[in-house]
């Protein structure tokens, strides 16, 4: 008797654990079932919660899903976004155009999310009895001031008892991401042009931003743009008009 309630308990855990994983794997279907939402509703909900992940992962390394020229810091890599190897020369700017750099990184990641979440959003509708008409079109992303937004430019029709047409999507997240975009890249142009830059100035422009600009030995500089209210960042790297070992402009002239 002993060994059988064992035995029941084991199958008991064994049916939640089952259920519990059945349900993690089909939660947005069983959503979408039990209380319907609409279809703008449902790629909104699908496509910001990868945002979420997205945009602190592309901020913190300069703008970059997988950053080429990088230079270590705090556990991560970080791009350089304006770079010489040489001393006594500025960098080079590394992206000139940066705003439209990291809407396209973010963009390249959220299309393959964006395309499963219209394919789950037409078999929810599809099992409900629903005949829908899906048209493809491109993803994009835009910055601009307090916002990120997510473009589908996909057209979906259902047929029911009546017709129901949504001509695209708009996916829009409050973030103060263009500003920190915007002023790293003003930074960048100082780098670029004189070699250093001054934060202090830009944050008495700008008080609602705090710069930190972090030497490193090899000369290279970590920025960090943050936002005070919301503490979103943007970290990038620069290697401008460096100075070998005792001959900085921070440090004594060696003979």
Known sequence: MKKRGQLTIFIIIAIVVVAVVLIIVFYPRIKMIISPITPSGYVEECITNELEKIIPIVSESGGSLNPQNTIGYDGRQVEYLCYTAEYY????????????????????????????????LVSDYEDRGYSVSLKRGNTSVEIVPHSLNVRLNSVITLEKDSTQYFSGFVISRNSEIYDLVMISQSIVNWEARYGDSAPETFMLYYPNLKIEKLKQGDGSKIYIVSERETDESFTFATRSLSWPAGYGADEPFVK
């Open 89 to 120: 020369k500025t960098c080079v700017n590394q992206q000139p155009f940066l705003k439209e750099h990291v809407e396209e990184q973010i963009a390249s990641y959220i299309r393959p999310v964006a395309e499963k979440c219209v394919n789950d």
